[in-house]
């Protein structure tokens, strides 16, 4: 009987998880203002009007310009915090951010000796 | 601070590294013969590389790296070290030969396989949940890449399918973690093991446990969260697939052993009967779903079920006995199964194929091949002399020993019939007529180690005590 009760609590959990999102829903379809119109069904490209379709082919090195991006600009945000604390660390520190940066710099080497960063 | 004790681990990532720039500035010369031998070079140094892991492991101390628990480097992380690092070597040495005509890109290949091993140690190594978890996703993650690696159709179903499952199964294992963290106030597995003791537990804890489960029975491959196994095994490459039912069953075994023995013995009244059901269910699917498959890579990846229910039955025991049982299963249970993975290596390079047809007559092609297989076979059986046999004896015996005799009889009821679908094999390679009786020929570096790993059946199965006696050091006190 113990397991019961105990599993109670489970089933609580999960009832109160599913009134969350249903919940949610209901109330704002109950108190939302109802004006459809033909405008709110585009779709969204930033305030512009949509030209064409969005089913359109794009070069698969835009994709990989950013993902070398990204990985950069990660590694610029934690600079900033390493930066802050920088005279506090002192040297372990500095050669934990360049063992960081060398292997991010590893990966830019594969891009480059990959021909990635030549644009065709 | 203690840098030191991370040694083994940052020689495995330098390797990988190092692999990956030499392969860059090397590939570049696209004549056929200087490539060739760049691919074994590549090979070559990841295999110093592991090797110098191993004896970095030996001169490690005890110890916790951080002042915290996120690395401990403790006796029974350093005995699972030694097994990656081996298991890894093995690997290596299969891919070198599987790769060679299949794909161009092998840096990344050992680059993924390198990382993804260190992974494994890391996880060992985790003292604490969430250290835990991000090795646990450096050893996922880079097996989705290597199971799709060679961009077959199989390869990337299974890549496909072990992704979705995966994420989702380590989705459910951070909420587990999230609600243990939020019960204990601690991420420290021998933390919550001491708050559990003390008696005041909250009322969401069954759930977190059961989370915590499904997150871990999803990487040992347990019962009901077993559908990614025979695709990923049967689309990956052969050794990936070596690694996949060796390693990763290994560390995930290894993690499992020290989440439930250090953090949630105080409750095992708690998950004893859930991990019961989950063993007898993933014995009897797992041995009788093997039985009607056609696809040996398919019937490997069942039968790879079956044996994590036998291992479930030492954590459901949960003895110093009973781990010391399990983690000296794990390791006749490896060495057979990337013997068995290194022979399909070697014929699927020949045959073309993976269907347990196919290996009709292999007894004239190769009957060195078919001696290496029937030993590993009849190991995972568990038949004597060999290691296998041992490895079920200990683990039965103390089952029975400590009171779980309905377990040590079902589990002997499936090893059991494990044997008959080990045969079917065997009588498929020793009896049937061959279509081609062209000679399979290998390298020598190939017979080498699988002589050495049927010499390491044979002598585990007649001279088991060592073994045991170092697997029983291995187990920390946490009782």
């Known amino acids: 009987m113990k397991l019961l009760a105990d599993y109670m609590w489970v089933v609580l959990f999960m009832g109160l998880g599913m009134l969350f999102v249903f919940g949610g829903y209901i109330t704002s379809w109950l108190i939302r203002p109802s004006k459809p119109s033909s405008k709110k069904l585009f779709t969204y490209e930033c305030g512009e009007v949509p030209v064409g379709s969005s089913w359109v082919q794009f070069n698969i090195r835009y994709y990989l310009f950013a993902l070398i991006f990204v990985i950069f600009d990660v590694e610029v945000a934690f600079l900033f915090p390493w930066a802050v604390v920088f005279k506090e660390l002192g040297l372990v520190a500095f050669v934990e951010m360049m063992i960081f940066m060398a292997i991010l710099l590893v990966g830019l080497l594969y891009a480059w000796r990959k021909g990635i960063l030549k644009w065709m | ?479």
């Not at chain 2, 260190?118 to 880079?142: D, N």
């Not at chain 2, 069954?206 to 499904?214: E, R, S």
């Not at chain 2, 110093?320 to 983690?327: I, R």
């Not at chain 2, 790993?453 to 199965?461: E, P, R």
């Open chain 2, 1 to 479: 601070m203690n840098y030191t004790l991370l040694t083994p681990e940052i020689i495995v990532c330098c390797t990988a590294l190092l692999v990956l720039v030499v392969d860059l500035f090397m590939a570049q010369g696209e004549g056929a013969k200087s490539t060739k031998s760049t691919k074994k070079l590549l090979g070559w140094i990841a295999i110093a590389g592991l090797v110098a892991g191993m004896f970095a492991v030996y001169n490690t101390p005890e110890g916790l790296a951080f002042g915290n628990r996120s690395f401990v480097n403790d006796t029974f992380a350093m005995y699972f070290k030694y097994l990656f690092l081996g298991i890894g070597i093995l690997v290596i040495v299969s891919s070198m030969d599987y790769l060679a005509e299949r794909t161009t890109h092998h840096g990344e290949y050992y680059f993924v396989l390198l990382l993804v091993i260190m992974g494994t140690m890391f996880m060992v190594s985790a003292g604490e949940l969430i250290s835990l978890y991000v090795s646990l996703e450096m050893l996922s993650v880079g097996s989705y890449v290597l199971v799709a690696y060679l961009r077959t159709r199989q390869g990337i179903e299974g890549g496909i399918k072990y992704l979705l499952f995966g994420a989702f199964c380590s989705a459910v294992l951070l909420y587990g973690i999230g609600i243990i963290y939020g019960l204990t106030g601690t991420t420290e597995i021998k933390g919550i093991g001491e708050f559990l003791n003390q008696g005041d537990k909250g009322c969401a804890l069954p759930l977190g446990l059961a989370f915590i489960l499904a997150g871990f029975g999803f990487k040992i491959a347990c019962i009901p969260f077993h559908f990614w196994v025979p695709e990923a095994y049967e689309g990956a490459p052969t050794p990936i697939t070596a690694f996949l039912a060796s390693a990763s069953k290994v560390a995930s075994f290894a993690v499992f052993i020290r989440v439930f023995m250090e953090g949630f013995i105080g409750i095992r009244q708690e998950w004893t009967m859930a991990l019961i059901i989950l063993c007898i269910l993933t014995m009897a699917i797992g041995n009788l779903s093997a039985i009607p498959q056609t696809n040996i890579k398919r019937l490997l990846a069942y039968s790879s079920i079956g044996h994590a229910g036998y291992l479930l039955i030492g954590l459901v025991i949960g003895t110093v006995n009973g781990l010391s049982a399990v983690m000296f299963y794990l390791l006749v249970y490896a060495l057979a199964i990337l013997g068995i993975f290194m022979v399909i290596a070697i014929i699927s390079k020949r045959i073309d194929t993976d269907e347990i047809e196919g290996y009709e007559g292999m007894y004239k092609r190769s009957p060195f091949l078919c001696l290496c297989m029937l030993i590993c076979l009849a190991s995972l059986a568990g038949l004597p002399p060999l290691a296998g046999f041992m490895g079920k004896f200990y683990l039965f015996a103390y089952a029975v020993h400590a009171g779980y005799i309905y377990l040590a009889v079902i589990g002997f009821i499936f090893s059991t019939i494990s044997v008959y679908y080990y045969f079917r094999i065997l009588k498929s390679m020793y009896f049937m007529e061959a279509k081609d009786e062209s000679i399979i020929s290998f390298s020598p570096l190939l017979k080498v180690v699988l002589i050495l790993i049927m010499l390491g059946l044979f002598l585990i199965g007649i001279l088991p005590q060592s073994f045991i006696s170092s697997a029983i050091e291995s187990v920390p006190k946490w009782y």
